[in-house]
T-cell receptor
Framework: AQKVTQAQTEISVVEKEDVTLDCVYE???????LFWYKQPPSGELVFLIR??????QNEISGRYSWNFQKSTSSFNFTITASQVVDSAVYFC?????????????FGQGTTLQVKP | NAGVTQTPKFQVLKTGQSMTLQCAQD?????MSWYRQDPGMGLRLIHY???????DQGEVPNGYNVSRSTTEDFPLRLLSAAPSQTSVYFC????????????????FGPGTRLTVL
């Protein structure tokens, strides 16, 4: 069965702190894709990153970085020097790409509050 | 491009009423899908379509009906609304999910907030 777990329901930090959002996934497929989406208070879903199962390289994009570890089935997301604008709900999602159906399985989401 | 559009933005229904949530995209995407978002549960797939005339069920299809007569439109029908269908509904679209070694991201619409009394 496919499953995504985001154990942190809510995180609160003070601006400029670093914060890591955890994501653990379960799948039996060897080919799969992992995603992070951001949902700001306005409600839309914003795509942040995609990673496929064959690429374990970590990625950095500005203040954002992602750590993909197949050994622990984790795809964690770190925001460095957080800002108030980072306040949002963040979702991790999984697609077992071999199905070619685009069925995304989402985690429960982590609400991040960044206080000034 | 308008991207993925959804109408209405908000809707209140009474139990037993029917309605259609509209979703349209102008990017010539083959793939379209509907998700519902409930507190503490993330998003769950209701129905999806890999092309005009082809639809299939997702994780939570009961109480919903879809059809795909054109590439652009993918309406979601509630035949007899129930309070359990109170949720935020998102439509998404993309090119064929996998093209060679590429995976095409899904673009999400702005959502429809539905309340069933």
């Amino acid at each position: 069965a496919q499953k995504v777990t985001q154990a942190q329901t809510e995180i609160s930090v003070v601006e400029k702190e670093d914060v890591t959002l955890d994501c653990v996934y379960e799948t039996r497929d060897t080919t799969y894709y992992l995603f992070w989406y951001k949902q700001p208070p306005s409600g839309e879903l914003v795509f942040l990153i995609r990673r496929n199962s064959f690429d374990e390289q970590n990625e950095i994009s500005g203040r954002y970085s992602w750590n993909f570890q197949k050994s622990t089935s984790s795809f964690n997301f770190t925001i460095t020097a957080s800002q108030v604008v980072d306040s949002a709900v963040y979702f991790c999602a999984l697609d077992h790409g071999s199905s070619n159906t685009g069925k995304l399985i989402f985690g429960q989401g982590t609400t991040l509050q960044v206080k000034p | 491009n308008a991207g993925v559009t959804q109408t209405p933005k908000f809707q209140v229904l009474k139990t037993g009423q029917s309605m259609t949530l509209q979703c349209a995209q102008d990017m010539n995407h083959e793939y379209m899908s509907w998700y519902r978002q409930d507190p503490g549960m993330g998003l769950r797939l209701i129905h999806y379509s890999v092309g005009a005339g082809i639809t299939d069920q997702g994780e939570v299809p009961n109480g919903y009906n879809v059809s795909r007569s054109t590439t652009e439109d993918f309406p979601l029908r509630l035949l007899s609304a129930a309070p359990s269908q109170t949720s935020v509904y998102f439509c998404a679209s993309s090119y064929s999910i996998v093209s060679g070694s590429s995976y095409n991201e899904q673009f999400f619409g702005p959502g429809t907030r539905l309340t069933v009394l």
